[in-house]
Structure formats: C-alpha cells, structure tokens
C-alpha cells in the first residue's frame, strides 16, 4: 500500500503565499501522476493541479498563473506552490497519487487552507 501524507496548510492573509508538501511512502515502484485536489465550503471537490511521470503539468484555470506544482522524485515528494491567494482560495487540499501496480489512487487526509483578512 501507500500512505500520503501532506502538510503545509494555513490561515493567511490575501495575497500572501503558501507551499504544501505531499509525501508518498509505502510499495511504491514508480509514480505515475500526483496531484492537488480541493474542496470548498458547498462546492465538489475539484482538480486544482496534476504532473504525470515528473513532467508534464496541468492545472484548473482559476489558479493559472498563481499555483505551481512540482516534484522531488527521489523523495516522491509534490509540491503546491500557491501565490497570490485569494479568498476563494480557501479550501481543504487533498493529496493524490496513482503509481505503477496498483488500479486505483490513494489520497492523503486533507490540509486546511483558509485566505481571509
């Protein structure tokens, strides 16, 4: 199995910044795609930012611009990068991972986010 484990989280003023860290441990071969998801007060949970195999990068367009994800693939470690936070910014932030052998992804437990003055 793999546990995810992220961190980082926090109450912040708008425009301020954050970085949250996603640790993945356990079997784990190879990592195909880790990725940030978020849910906010209300709304479904939503893809925030994905890299597959190390390299490529995707992202919602709402954060285009002000989030960058990356990885440190031998600590199969990902980043959130959040600048210039936004009050709809606020949200729980969810780590997920897909690796090579397994048929489904595994998620961390949730990182608090909140952007408010």
């Known amino acids: 199995q793999v546990q995810v484990v992220e961190s980082g989280g926090g109450l912040v003023q708008p425009g301020s910044s954050l970085r949250l860290s996603c640790a993945a441990s356990?079997?784990?071969?190879?990592?195909?795609?880790m990725g940030w998801y978020r849910r906010a007060p209300g709304k479904q949970r939503e893809l925030v930012a994905l890299?597959?195999?190390?390299?490529?990068?995707n992202y919602v367009d709402s954060v285009k611009g002000r989030f960058t994800i990356s990885t440190d693939g031998a600590k199969n470690t990902v980043y959130l990068q959040m600048n210039d936070l936004k009050p709809e910014d606020t949200a729980v932030y969810y780590c997920h991972v897909t690796a090579s052998s397994y048929s489904y992804g595994f998620w961390g437990q949730g990182t608090q986010v909140t952007v408010s003055s």
């Open positions: 356990g079997s784990i071969v190879s990592l195909k795609t």
């Open positions: 890299i597959t195999n190390g390299r490529s990068t």
